[in-house]
């Protein structure tokens, strides 16, 4: 068998959802056999993930690699068409990583472990397919189908209010939905041929109204999921309900998928709307760090304070994708992954400080520091990591968008001057809010009611194990940014370079450089 013609990306797809196929038929009764089986599962397709990059992934290409189509619905003209390049790479190696730690995340897990292991199998490959598709009816398709697990995950292993939280994500998902598959289907009815393949859609000639209509209705779905406010209020209630394992599938690549089809439908493959629709993304997300920032500082809960930070960084993404700057995409980019590294991180502690103390409220804490000191030392640096203290991830990630925003010439100096500054107010407040909030968790005097009936006891080897194994990479890409940065280089400069010609001032520009570098006389003539 040839390896560099076999079907990496169909094979990394469907291999967990068709082990999920083989839970309910494992004899277990307390969930012991089936937690190992799944845990072997996201190894073995994770170490597949990483053998197939590794063996047949070529950083200096910017196209797309690893391509694999084949006809599924000839009548529908739906294909079976994957691929990845520097925008979903390192998004599916998110997914593998975050998704295996989850499930190792869901040890206690003992209420129908069948199907709690089931659907996160389901939802890993769902997921990987998401990043990986390049059909528009299949990227549909797919993008409806992981919300399914999410779900049951919130609904049937929620909190008190899980119902609720449930149906408020499927209704703002689904509704969002709706304006993928209406702009799919338009755009691959649109002219002389009839195709739903991504790179032949981007070659169509849209004219510009058209463009902007498509972009628009693109814009709102993917701002349901990254989210954008006003459609951001599902989140803070489908955290304020979701298990430890749930809450890291929804920080660290849930509300990615939202980031990685602004650029890859919106940016991508509608570029002269991008233009117009680049300043309005700045706004928003300017309104997404500070409104945020400033709402988790109201937030009692600590689920929904770290789900209010969660949308607050998302702000850095929009903001980076409309800078027009090589280095500001490649920094929204870089968000993206270390948001799910260290949103991860962070709600998995959340979820192991509250199976401790039973409690959520900041009011009710204090002083649990003495108790549980490695999990005081684990949450005090994700935390710090969080608020984008130098040496980690974050820290690179926001000032690689600061500066490409702000060199960016594809805005007015005064414009440029007045998103830098509220940028700054939100990095500064994001300190604030959270050493507030690890003060009211671990400093101070013990709640003697807490401490009388609750054990306190401190993290276990598995719980050491995961943020580890999260932070090393927080912490690697934090001090060698091209560990990851080299993965995307090439898909990000190309696509910079295409988005600066769809600004009519940049191009000019351009022409104007050109044309002087043309008529310049030689040196020693």
């Not at 701002?223 to 890291?248: N, R, S, Y």
Request: proline share 5%; glycine share 8%.
């Amino acid at each position: 068998m040839n390896i560099a013609n076999f079907p990496w990306l169909t094979t990394i797809i469907l291999f967990p959802i068709a082990a999920s196929l083989l839970l309910p038929i494992i004899p277990d009764k307390e969930g012991k056999t089936v937690r190992w089986y799944s845990l072997v599962v996201g190894l073995i397709d994770f170490a597949l993930i990483v053998y197939a990059f590794y063996t047949g992934y070529d950083f200096s290409n910017p196209d797309l690699q690893l391509v694999e189509s084949y006809p599924w619905v000839p009548q529908l003209g739906l294909n079976w068409s994957v691929g990845a390049d520097g925008l979903s790479m390192p998004l599916i190696i998110l997914t593998g990583f975050i998704t295996t730690l989850a499930i190792l995340a869901a040890w206690p897990v003992t209420f129908k472990p069948k199907l709690f292991f089931f659907l996160i199998l389901a939802m890993y490959g769902g997921q990987i397919a998401v990043f990986a598709v390049q059909d528009m009816l299949l990227f549909f398709l797919v993008w409806e189908l992981e919300l399914v697990p999410i779900y049951f995950l919130l609904s049937i292993w929620g909190g008190k209010r899980r119902q609720y939280a449930a149906t408020k994500f499927i209704l703002y998902t689904a509704g969002g939905s709706l304006f993928i598959l209406l702009s799919a289907l338009t755009m691959g009815f649109y002219g002389d041929t009839v195709t739903f393949d991504m790179r032949a859609i981007a070659l169509k000639d849209f004219a510009l109204n058209f463009q902007l209509a498509l972009y628009a209705g693109f814009l709102i779905a993917y701002a349901v999921k990254l989210p954008i406010i006003p459609l951001h209020t599902w989140l803070p209630d489908a955290h304020g309900e979701a298990t430890a394992p749930v809450h890291m599938l929804l920080a660290g690549i849930l509300l990615k998928m939202g980031g990685y089809a602004l650029v890859r439908m919106n940016a991508q493959m509608l570029p002269d709307a991008h233009a117009y629709f680049a300043p309005v993304l700045v706004v928003l997300g300017v309104v997404n760090i500070i409104y945020a920032a400033l709402t988790s500082f109201a937030q009692r809960n600590l689920k929904r304070k770290i789900a209010y930070s969660s949308i607050s960084h998302m702000g850095f993404v929009m903001i980076g994708i409309a800078s027009f700057t090589d280095l500001g995409l490649s920094g929204a980019v870089l968000q993206m992954v270390s948001h799910g590294l260290i949103g991860a991180s962070l709600f998995f502690l959340v979820g192991a400080t509250y199976d401790r103390t039973h409690t959520l409220m900041l009011d009710e804490m204090g002083g649990v520091a003495k108790r549980m000191p490695k999990i005081f030392a684990m949450f005090t640096t994700c935390s710090m990591a969080s608020l984008a203290l130098p040496g980690m991830s974050g820290f690179v990630a926001e000032l690689m968008v600061f500066v490409g925003f702000a060199t960016s010439d594809a805005y007015s100096s005064t414009f440029k001057v007045i998103v830098v500054f509220l940028m700054a107010v939100g990095v500064i407040l994001t300190p604030i809010y959270l050493l507030s909030m690890l003060r009211e968790i671990f400093y101070g005097k013990e709640n003697e009611e807490l401490v009388s009936h609750q054990a306190l006891i401190d993290a276990e080897p598995r719980e050491v194990f995961i943020i580890a194994c999260l932070l090393i990479p927080i912490i690697g890409i934090g001090f060698y940014p091209k560990l990851l940065t080299q993965m995307y280089d090439a898909t990000t400069v190309q696509l910079t370079a295409r988005l600066r010609d769809s600004v009519p001032t940049l191009a000019q520009q351009q022409e104007e450089t050109l044309k002087v570098s043309l008529s310049a006389p030689e040196i020693g003539n």
